[in-house]
């Protein structure tokens, strides 16, 4: 991606072209065309939990003097395909080694290393992702060794699921690696669950007998592929708040961390707190080494950037950027208005919401709730209306009335936002699907519009009994 740039990153054209294997992987990583989608996508539940397993080890470079990541075990071995589609599957292969080992290709055997979790998105021609759930640790063996990735490649979004699984997997490759295949049969065989449900695999294990494993969705599932514990961890409720101002108004966010997991765990809940909008600007939860040059991006884009690399960010030529430190907590660089942006009343409803009972909170599921909530509160409370606004012709097509829907708001702070929200892709795109749906669409969000009328109802009731 950054050779392709001169001045002005390209509209995103592609399908995986033949090139290295960095050309693939900056292919990858350009933004979409205005194609309704989410960060990570959600399903109701049927379609196949994975596209494959990889296991990406560092192997010597022909000049002896580096190490490069390489495939290095592959499930399933895809066979009997299309000269095309092999040619696609070679090219989307060539292009993942990279994002398992974003640090660059400094290494050395290590005796002792930290496991981590995280996740990248590979993003297509026509606007789907891929997702690759990652975990990278030191095998198991006596003395210095080098680090190993097994990647777990999906067009689910559910992190929480896939960290399940891949713990069962280096459970298995302790053992053998062929004691993974029956086990990823099993589980390729399955369907992927609806929300609330679960899918229970039986699996055998030597000296361990039959296991069986169970795997369950959340109910919610617009939640499920988050986790807010680092972003509390990292930020205090007001950064949050202006991070997700920021994102709003789709500006270039850069997210500084050493642990790939906190990076990847981190982006991944501020693209959450835009629900029911899908951030479908360029998108890189780990930038690899060779892809650095993204920061210098006119376009929107939300990326993490390893610590290590931060003096070649602060020497990049950005244009206005929110820089995020989230090992210290502070804003290297900002804009400056991030504070302004959200009404001061709705500003003010969404930290008090976050600081109600916060310390109470005792499992992944609550925190996501409770840190979610007050945002959907937001768009409630700021575009609930929009179904409202939409004139339907007689074929059923429907035209959304812009000017009529914000001056319907009764505060001026509102309207002024929603005057510049309602020119964002993230409006648009949701704006689109609307004008094509007859009906509004049936789900969370439209669950608290529906609370939140009603509720204004009931405290009209009120006020009219009290006179």
């Given at each position: 991606m950054p050779n392709l740039f001169r001045k002005r990153l390209p509209r995103f054209q592609f399908r995986f072209r033949a090139g290295s294997v960095q050309d693939n992987a900056e292919e990858a990583a350009k933004e979409p065309e205005r194609t309704q989608e989410r960060c990570l996508p959600s399903f109701a539940g049927g379609q196949h939990f994975f596209e494959y397993l990889l296991v990406v080890s560092l192997?010597?470079?022909?000049?002896?003097?580096?190490?490069?990541?390489?495939?290095?075990?592959q499930f399933p071995k895809r066979e009997n395909l299309l000269r095309g589609q092999q040619e696609e599957e070679e090219r989307l292969?060539?292009?993942?080694?990279?994002?398992?080992?974003?640090?660059?290709?400094?290494w050395a055997p290590l005796t002792e290393y930290p496991r981590e979790t995280f996740s990248f998105v590979l993003t297509n021609v026509d606007g789907s992702r891929k997702i690759g759930y990652c975990r990278r640790l030191l095998p198991a063996g006596p003395g210095p060794r080098l680090p190993m990735v097994y990647c777990i490649?999906?067009?689910?979004?559910?992190?929480?699921?896939?960290?399940?699984?891949?713990?069962?997997?280096?459970?298995?490759?302790?053992?053998?690696?062929?004691v993974i295949y029956p086990f990823m049969q099993g589980l390729r065989e399955a369907a992927f669950p609806a929300p609330g449900k679960t899918v229970t695999l039986k699996s055998f294990i030597p000296d361990s007998g039959t296991e069986f494993i169970s795997l369950t969705r959340p109910l919610d599932s617009h939640l499920e592929h988050v986790d807010f514990s680092s972003l509390l961890q990292c930020l205090s409720f007001e950064q949050i708040l202006q991070l997700f101002a920021s994102a709003v108004l789709e500006r270039r966010i850069i997210f500084l961390a050493e642990g790939l997991s906190t990076l990847s765990q981190c982006i991944h809940a501020v693209a959450a707190l835009l629900y029911p909008f899908s951030w479908a600007h360029t998108y890189i939860p780990v930038v690899p080494k060779s892809l650095l040059d993204t920061v210098c991006c006119p376009t929107p884009f939300m990326v993490g950037v390893q610590m290590r690399f931060l003096q070649e960010v602060m020497e990049s030529p950005m244009e206005e950027v929110l820089l995020v430190n989230l090992c210290e907590g502070t804003f290297l660089m900002s804009v400056g208005d991030e504070k302004d942006i959200l009404p001061p009343k709705l500003q003010a409803d969404i930290l008090d919401s976050l600081g109600q009972g916060i310390n109470e909170l005792q499992t992944p599921e609550q925190t996501n709730e409770h840190v979610s909530g007050p945002?959907?509160?937001?768009?409630?409370?700021?575009?609930?209306?929009?179904?409202?606004?939409?004139?339907?012709?007689?074929?059923?097509?429907?035209?959304?009335?812009?000017?009529?829907?914000?001056r319907a708001l009764p505060s001026k702070a509102k309207r002024r936002f929603v005057k510049k929200f309602v020119k964002t892709q993230l409006f648009s795109l949701?704006?689109?699907?609307?004008?094509?749906?007859?009906?509004?669409?049936?789900?969370?969000?439209?669950?608290?519009?529906?609370?939140?009328?009603e509720q204004k109802k009931h405290n009209k009731s009120r006020e009219k009994s009290v006179k």
């Open positions: 192997k010597k470079k022909r000049s002896g003097e580096d190490y490069e990541p390489m495939i290095t075990y292969l060539s292009a993942i080694p990279l994002f398992c080992f974003p640090d660059g290709n400094e490649i999906s067009c689910v979004g559910c992190f929480g699921l896939f960290s399940k699984i891949l713990d069962e997997v280096e459970k298995r490759h302790q053992i053998s690696m062929a945002f959907v509160q937001f768009f409630v409370k700021t575009v609930g209306h929009y179904a409202s606004y939409i004139k339907r012709e007689a074929n059923g097509q429907g035209c959304f009335q812009e000017r009529a829907f914000y949701f704006i689109q699907e609307a004008e094509k749906s007859k009906n509004p669409p049936a789900g969370y969000f439209q669950q608290k519009i529906l609370e939140y009328e």
